[in-house]
């Protein structure tokens, strides 16, 4: 590797101080300190010595200058006395010889000036004055000559001034007479006045080159002593300070060498780049990743040479390498001899000339990570395949969760002369534990709780087949629960796995008698609250366990039981929570809260031992399913009413009156929603919508309805078929005019109303209002399209109302419109199939029960739908398709207050669920 540069060199910092450890790097750093300021001590004493002298020299120049400037003008003005005396001697002269009155005024103007300047420069002289630059002090001879005797030369000014004054008073007051003061005053100015204003003069000379004369000699002086202060500064100052930069610049060769061996024998790239992107340093591990050798790419472009023209070509790259220290790694290709392309991650420094700060060498240090890369990519592809199964697991486990919930019952348990309340809690999203109630014949309430071994996904799965067990019992109106636990056994051998099992308790009530009959299949007992003696008892009755054996012989036992007494059945998960301690909550805990909240609703004494269950785990969750169910026998049951019609096997359509439905409470044994039918001859329907909603009746066409008949009635019977055909298409076969939209992006939403609105306007023939309502459900169904329908695996929203967001092709995300002579249709399609009969009938029920629309209640534009159409048909098949269909007759203007038939229509894979709105 040929040497650094030398200015690059001297840069570089100590290699040995940059070793891990951190004394040495101390110790080097108190060394390059310790140097510094030695050096810069003796440099600033050397520094001192010249400024102090210098200094010196500068006083005592301007102290000679001073002088003279000072002497110049004290023997000026002194000079000047001796003028001023003579010219006032003339004026006095001549003012008194003058017999021209103007001549007369200009001499005695004249003289007074002279009088006046030839005092105020005595007084400069004598008392010093800073206007005319005389000094306030003087030498004693001087002070001898002006106060002293014989000459006293400062009395002879001011009698020689008074004189002046005297004259020119006396000529105002008599002019043309010859003062007496004329004599004195030429006696004085050629006499004894001029004498001493002479030898004023000349000791003020003599004085000014005395000071002169010791100013020389003082700079004489100091000349001397800076001589011997350099020579002084030369032998204790630089020669040391010389001899120690020698020292230093030795060592810092010393060090560039053993840093030019580290970066030689380092196993990572070093590449030195200068200012204009050439190289300057490769060292030898840089020649074997290359292939180059250093004195072939010495001097050439680095991006040209080593990177892909596609790289170099990106500013990034030359800001990166050329455009200081980085912060961070970066990782770019790196073009080998033969072409190769290896992946290198670079670390970017620069080296500064450490007195101006200029970049002398962009060093970019790198390491080849092609192999790792590889290694990553590959790991990262199977992360992603771990991913992808993981979340499609999770997805299917969400799905299952939903599917689990939307089979059990509704937790209010409202029964022939029974009423309670059932809660469950699982440890993961799909539970092992199940509950379940039904009413066979206005009479007998069957209710039951089961516990599959283990949770998750397989209990999930057992519990699910429990389900459409109980399901199939519930049909065929069985209240036996021996027999009941015989089908169940055998469904469970059927589908469950060898190590798997379910235990379960059955009971089935006789309203009309009080007859309860238990059979329990392997689950914890029940406790028994008999009212008449205000105490809890336990049930012991016992089973094998669901799914064990072929023939397990269930038997029940059967007691009669009064109004006002209590059964608690609950899973072992609830006494079997330990706490930190590993205490479990055990039986003696529950009976306790059992007694203090006998006397209290089944809904508190549930909230009461849940919050134990939670205190005592010290958590909210538990480590097993927790399942619990309270119901109280509330009265006999003389009589059922019935519903006119056949409850026929779920396969079959049933029709009944809604009148009907409202006055008998609901269904009087469970059926398939989906295939139930509610028609309504006259009269309000609006009023008995919320009660057909919680019956969970979601197919409701009313007889008198026109459009209805138009549509076909057999046709509206038939729509619980699927046999793919879009319903728009279904229902305007033969279309006249249509039109449709499709969306990539939540913006597209305001091209189609735009598009949908000039539809809307070409065509001629439209009712009255009828544009308006269209636009106005086109909006409402856009929305929730882009906001409502996309949720996820818990039911959450995806999307806030209102954010820009892009619409994956796989939504689906559709919006029709057809018409043809008679009537008019608008459909909304998405493949999210997340819209629940429980949502619909819901909202539906919110609204109606206000009799309209009632701020704060959601739901507003479903309800709005049915009421401004004149039929709404609602399809679909969970996680696969939504399709919401209005139908306008075009015969007859938009009323929102006629009564529109509905039909929800829920396509379940796994068949409908009955007994329950949700299903």
């Known amino acids: 590797m040929a040497a650094l540069p030398s200015d690059a060199a001297s840069a570089l910092p100590d290699r040995g101080a940059t070793a891990p450890d951190a004394a040495a790097t ?21 520094l001192l010595l010249i400024a102090i002298l210098a200094t010196a020299n500068f006083l005592i120049l301007h102290d000679v200058l001073s002088i003279n400037s000072s002497a110049a003008t004290i023997v000026n003005i002194s000079g000047r006395q001796r003028m001023l005396s003579q010219r006032a001697a003339l004026f006095a002269t001549r003012l008194v010889a003058s017999r021209d009155e103007a001549e007369r005024r200009t001499l005695r103007t004249e003289l007074d000036r002279v009088t006046g300047l030839l005092l105020s420069s005595h007084e400069g002289l004598t008392r010093g004055s800073t206007a005319l630059g005389l000094p306030a002090t003087m030498s004693a001879t001087m002070n001898t000559l002006y106060f002293g005797e014989p000459q006293h030369l400062d009395r002879q000014v001011r009698d020689y001034v008074e004189q002046l004054r005297a004259l020119m008073r006396r000529v105002d007051e008599q002019p043309g007479a010859v003062p007496p003061e004329l004599r004195a005053i030429t006696a004085a100015a050629s006499g004894p006045l001029l004498v001493t204003l002479n030898q004023a003069v000349q000791q003020y000379e003599k004085e ?44 810092l060769v010393r060090q560039q060498q053993f840093s030019d061996r580290v970066v030689d024998t380092s196993q990572a790239l070093i ?82 000339d450490p007195v101006s700060g200029r970049t002398l060498l962009h060093l970019a240090t790198g390491v080849d990570i092609t192999q790792r890369k590889q290694a990553e990519q590959e790991l990262q592809q199977a992360l992603e395949r771990t991913e992808a199964l993981g979340s499609r697991l999770r997805q299917e486990v969400a799905h299952a969760a939903v599917l689990q919930r939307a089979m059990l019952p509704a937790p209010e348990i409202a029964l022939p002369g029974l009423q309670g309340l059932a809660r469950l809690t699982t440890s993961t999203e799909v539970g092992g534990d199940y509950y379940d109630h039904y009413a066979v014949d206005g009479r007998h309430a069957i209710f039951l709780i089961g516990d599959v071994s283990g949770h998750g996904v397989a209990s999930g799965t057992l519990v699910s087949a429990a389900k459409m067990a109980v399901h199939q019992l519930a049909s065929q109106g069985e209240t036996d629960p021996a027999a009941m636990l015989e089908h169940l056994n055998e469904a469970l051998l059927a589908s469950s ?22 059979a329990n299949a392997g689950h914890a007992f029940p406790y028994y609250w008999l009212d008449a003696e205000q105490g809890w008892g336990m049930i012991e009755v016992e089973g094998v366990p669901l799914g064990r054996v072929r023939e397990p012989a269930y038997a029940a036992i059967t007691f009669d039981i009064q109004p006002g007494d209590r059964l608690f059945l609950y899973t072992d998960g609830l006494v079997e929570q330990e706490n930190g301690q590993r205490q479990a909550f055990g039986h003696e805990g529950l009976e306790n809260l059992l007694y203090d909240h006998a006397a209290e609703a089944a809904d508190t004494l549930l909230e009461r031992v849940f919050a134990a269950l939670a205190a005592h785990a010290g958590r909210e969750g538990f480590d097993d399913d927790a399942t619990a169910m ?25 029709q009944v009156e809604a009148a009907a439905v409202v006055e008998a409470g609901g269904l009087p044994a469970p059926v398939a929603r989906q295939r139930v039918v509610a028609t309504h001859a006259s009269g309000a329907l609006l009023p008995m919508l919320p009660a057909l909603c919680e019956a969970g009746i979601r197919r409701v066409l009313p007889d008198d309805q026109s459009f209805l008949r138009e549509l076909g009635w057999q046709a509206l019977l038939d729509q619980h078929h699927l046999d793919g055909i879009d319903d728009l298409a279904r229902w305007i076969a033969a279309p006249s005019d249509e039109a449709v939209w499709t969306f990539a992006h939540s913006s597209d939403k305001a091209r189609a109303m735009a598009g949908l609105a000039d539809w809307l306007d070409a065509q001629p023939d439209l009712p009255e209002g009828l544009r308006d309502i269209v636009v106005l459900m086109s909006d409402e169904l856009i929305e929730n399209g882009l906001y409502g329908a996309p949720v996820d695996a818990t039911g959450g929203k995806l999307h806030h109302k209102g954010e820009v967001r892009e619409v994956q092709p796989q939504e689906g995300l559709r919006l029709q419109l057809r018409r043809d002579g008679d009537r008019l249709g608008l459909s909304m399609s998405d493949r999210w199939g997340t819209f629940t009969p429980s949502i619909f009938l819901r909202r539906l029920a919110l609204n109606a029960g206000q009799q309209g629309l009632e701020a704060g209640v959601g739901g507003a534009g479903l309800y709005l739908m049915w009421r401004m159409s004149d039929y709404m048909q609602v399809r679909v098949q969970p996680q696969r398709l939504t399709q919401i269909t209005l139908l306008w007759s075009l015969r007859q203007p938009p009323d929102p207050d006629r009564d529109a038939g509905f039909q929800f229509l829920y396509h379940h894979e796994l068949g409908e669920l009955p007994g329950s709105s949700t299903a």
Request: glycine content about 8%.
């Open 26 to 46: 101390a110790i080097a750093d108190r060394n390059v300190a310790q140097l510094t300021r030695g050096i810069w001590l003796r440099s600033i004493t050397g």
């Open 208 to 251: 000014s080159e005395a000071e002169v004369a010791r100013a020389i000699l003082y700079e004489r002086i100091v000349y001397g002593v800076t001589l011997l202060a350099l020579l002084l500064e030369a032998a204790l100052i630089y020669r040391p300070l010389v001899n120690r930069v020698r020292r230093a610049t030795e060592r």
């Open 271 to 352: 590449i030195g780049l200068d200012s204009a992107g050439r190289i300057a340093l490769f060292n030898q591990h840089s020649q074997k990743v290359t292939g180059h050798a250093e004195a072939e790419v010495h001097g050439r472009d680095f991006l040209s040479t080593f990177l892909p023209p596609e790289a170099a070509a990106d500013p990034a790259m030359e800001k990166l390498f050329l455009g200081g220290a980085g912060t961070g790694r970066t990782e770019t290709p790196l073009r080998t001899r033969d072409g190769r392309l290896l992946t290198v991650e670079w670390s970017n420094a620069e080296l500064r």
């Open 497 to 518: 796995h060898d190590s798997m099992f379910m235990t379960m308790l059955c009971c089935s009530l006789d309203a009309r008698t009080g007859r309860l009959r238990i």
């Open 630 to 654: 309270c119901v109280t026998h509330m009265a006999r049951v003389e009589g059922a009413p019935a519903l006119p019609g056949r409850l026929a096997a779920a396969r079959d359509l049933l």
